[in-house]
């Protein structure tokens, strides 16, 4: 099967670009969020996080960093999201690592739906903090 950003990158299917160098491309999300919704995409395919080169993911977050910069000097824009998902359960649809740059505006409402924040004891976030230490 075709990967629909491999495509975009060769340019078999069209997109639209907001930014390209010789590692990343930036397009309009086709399914936008808010409006100016775009993705950053590494050229080289990578399925998600664990595939993904680190200098393209340092690549897709400096793409990110500038475009998200360039929208918060409009009166346009009140703040950005970024955001990556990485796997079927944290919403990821197209298999090809990508950054969502997501401009919001005052009371827009948008929020990770579900979240709800706690607020553990410190035991239990230096549990958290070794199981996650053993696994680098
Ligand atoms: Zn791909």
Sequence with gaps: MICIFCAIVARDAESSIVYEDDAVLAFMDIR????????????????????????????MYRAARTIGAALRTTSDVDGINLL??????????????????IPR???????????????????V????????????
């Design 84 to 101: 990556q998902a990485d796997g079927a359960d944290a919403g990821q649809e197209v298999f090809h690592a990508h950054l969502h740059v």
């Design 125 to 136: 976030l230096d549990d958290a903090a070794a199981a996650v230490r053993a696994l680098l």
């Design 32 to 59: 936008p969020i808010t409006r100016g919704h775009l993705l950053v995409i590494p050229k080289r395919h990578a399925e998600g996080l664990a595939e993904l080169d680190p200098a393209d993911g340092g690549a």
């Design 105 to 123: 505006r005052r009371g827009d409402g948008i929020g990770l739906s579900g979240a709800s924040p706690t607020m553990p004891p410190r035991a």
